[in-house]
T-cell receptor, first 115, second 115 residues
Framework: SQTIHQWPATLVQPVGSPLSLECTVEGTSNPNLYWYRQAAGRGLQLLFYSVGIGQISSEVPQNLSASRPQDRQFILSSKKLLLSDSGFYLC??????????????FGEGSRLTVL | AQSVSQHNHHVILSEAASLELGCNYSYGGTVNLFWYVQYPGQHLQLLLKYFSGDPLVKGIKGFEAEFIKSKFSFNLRKPSVQWSDTAEYFCAVNALQAAGNKLTFGGGTRVLVKP
């Protein structure tokens, strides 16, 4: 069966420090991968989307970047965190394009607090 | 761009009461529609989905939703809620021609069921 893991689960970082959140998927090949940010009252905002290694689509301009160095690994990064980067970050995967059902499978989430 | 609106941010009910959560989307083309649920301390998970056919779809745990194309709506209902239905509920849309394999989520509705 497929599983998705995110880490770290909780992170407290000072303003200006770098960030790296990792997400890995097991049990599937060539998944679509997503990074969402969940903010209270504002639902889930899609940040990045990837259909394959090295292929990243950025949905909103921001202080963050994403990379996909391996088929089932998706990394969210920042060189210098801002206070506004605080939030709950969710990684998700879905079946590849031709088999896309619209269903996303979410990880446990990573709560980032920038002080 | 597509958008999804959920009318209520917070709903408080007593057990056995009926629940209806509103969801409207803005996109004139073909859509797939979803309701996701996040129970306290758990992953976001799919509750039900509509792709085509019967506009009244049934999901897990006694939930159902009705797609009304003329109203661009996909409201979620449950005739009699239980305490265990306390959760946050998200409506989501996949605009097939415009958005590829991405979901746009609403702001979420927090539902509290009092025992």
């Amino acid at each position: 069966s497929q599983t998705i893991h995110q880490w770290p689960a909780t992170l407290v970082q000072p303003v200006g420090s770098p960030l790296s959140l990792e997400c890995t998927v097991e049990g599937t090949s060539n998944p679509n991968l997503y990074w969402y940010r969940q903010a209270a009252g504002r639902g889930l905002q899609l940040l990045f989307y990837s259909v394959g290694i090295g292929q990243i689509s950025s949905e909103v301009p921001q202080n963050l970047s994403a990379s996909r160095p391996q088929d089932r690994q998706f990394i969210l990064s920042s060189k210098k965190l801002l206070l506004s980067d605080s939030g709950f970050y969710l990684c998700a995967w879905s079946t590849p394009d031709r088999g896309f059902t619209g269903e996303l499978f979410f990880g446990e989430g990573s709560r980032l607090t920038v002080l | 761009a597509q958008s999804v609106s959920q009318h209520n941010h917070h709903v408080i009910l007593s057990e056995a009461a009926s629940l209806e959560l509103g969801c409207n989307y803005s996109y004139g083309g073909t859509v797939n529609l979803f309701w996701y649920v996040q129970y306290p301390g758990q992953h976001l998970q799919l509750l039900l989905k509509y792709f085509s056919g019967d506009p009244l779809v049934k999901g897990i745990k006694g939930f159902e939703a009705e797609f009304i194309k003329s109203k661009f709506s996909f409201n979620l209902r449950k005739p009699s809620v239980q305490w265990s239905d306390t959760a946050e509920y998200f409506c989501a849309v996949n605009a097939l021609q415009a958005a590829g394999n991405k979901l746009t989520f609403g702001g979420g509705t927090r539902v509290l069921v009092k025992p």
